[in-house]
């Protein structure tokens, strides 16, 4: 399942990069794009564990950028 959502107060180019490694590397996502001109992010995740995933892509946000937030 594809989902898009906004990522909000992100610092650089590198953070980004950074995120969309870690969270490429997570159990259950197949896919994560993040664009950092347009502060989107596209996953392609298992939806069957959605809820669980999506926790653990904020985890990884805060953990790079501590301010950083994702807009669902």
Known sequence: MKKRFK???IDCASCAAKIEDQISKL???NSANISFMTQN???DID???ETE??????????KVEP???LKF
């Open 7 to 9: 990522l909000l107060d």
């Open 27 to 29: 159990d259950g996502v």
């Open 41 to 43: 992010v596209i996953l």
């Open 47 to 49: 939806e069957t564990r």
């Open 53 to 62: 995933i999506m926790e653990q892509v904020e985890k990884v946000c805060k």
């Open 67 to 69: 301010y950083c937030t």
